[in-house]
């Protein structure tokens, strides 16, 4: 994943940008993989949770399935240690797909409708940061977070980049024959700071092959992968758009496999 520069600037014109989803959302985090033949029911339920308002749907597919027999499209090194670090933090004694993660909190078996429903309503009755994002006339992003608590340690910022939908036919392993449907794909994932609890600015610095995706999230979350305690998520403005609009739009791709 090529890394995304960040840096204090100052932005004249800010604008708020249209959120993609409401200012207080809960995250969830579906780890995945298209060699896993459990995945694809999970994968519906997160195209569920990707019509809802209030919740910010990220798939993250590992690449520890890649060996037997099929290399999936969009897996990486960087999804596999965001799922370690989670199974370490919230105590457990392995990785596992299909896993969701809610709000880096909770954690429940991804195709778990039940289970994950339940997840997403605690998450929703904890408090959450309004984060806000602008754009000045210039084209260029930065996010503000308002104060709060931290807890113990500085929380981090991330961001996101990801595609609203994929279609893929798969041709080997455990999905042989099968085009699957992947939603909310990300494609890169990147620490773009830290908040320590006062009111903080951070740019985005996107760069100019950024709005090749479909839309980003940012992310504050305690330490690193602790509880989220504030999202924010917006759709891409392509080249020739104007303002992007209130509501996300839908793209499909075919992911090429090698």
């Given amino acids: 994943m090529a890394p995304v520069l960040f840096a204090m600037a100052a ?20 780890f995945t993989s298209e060699g896993c033949s459990s995945c694809p029911p999970a994968e519906a339920l997160l195209g569920d949770l990707a019509a809802r308002h209030d919740i910010l749907p990220l798939a993250f597919h590992v690449d520890y399935w890649d ?8 897996g990486s090194a960087e999804a596999t240690d965001r799922q370690q670090r989670y ?7 392995m990785v596992y797909t299909p896993q969701m993660v809610i709000d880096g909190a909770h954690d429940a078996v991804g195709s778990d409708q039940a289970a994950v429903t339940a997840a997403i309503a605690a998450a929703a009755a904890e408090p959450k940061l ?52 992947e939603y909310n794909v990300v ?20 760069t100019p092959e950024s709005d090749e995706y479909d839309a980003c999230a940012v992310l504050v979350q305690l330490g690193g992968n602790g509880p989220i305690r504030g999202a924010a998520s917006f759709r891409m403005q392509k080249h020739g758009e104007s303002q992007p609009g209130s509501e996300p739009g839908e793209s499909s791709g075919g992911g090429s496999n090698g």
């Fill in 87 to 93: 199974s370490r933090a919230l105590g457990l004694n």
């Fill in 11 to 30: 932005m004249a014109g800010d604008q708020p940008v249209p959120a993609a989803v409401s200012d207080q959302p809960v995250v969830v985090e579906l």
């Fill in 130 to 181: 309004k984060l806000v994002v602008l754009r000045d006339d210039q084209g260029r992003y930065k996010v503000e977070i308002p104060a709060g608590d931290p807890g113990k340690e500085p929380a981090t910022v991330w961001l996101a980049l990801f595609d609203h939908a994929h279609k893929t036919e798969v041709q080997r392993g455990e999905n042989a024959g099968r085009t699957l449907v």
């Fill in 67 to 74: 060996y037997i027999g099929w290399k999936d499209s969009f």
């Fill in 187 to 206: 494609r890169e994932w990147h620490k773009i700071g830290m908040w320590d609890g006062k009111p903080t600015e951070i740019a985005l610095n996107l």
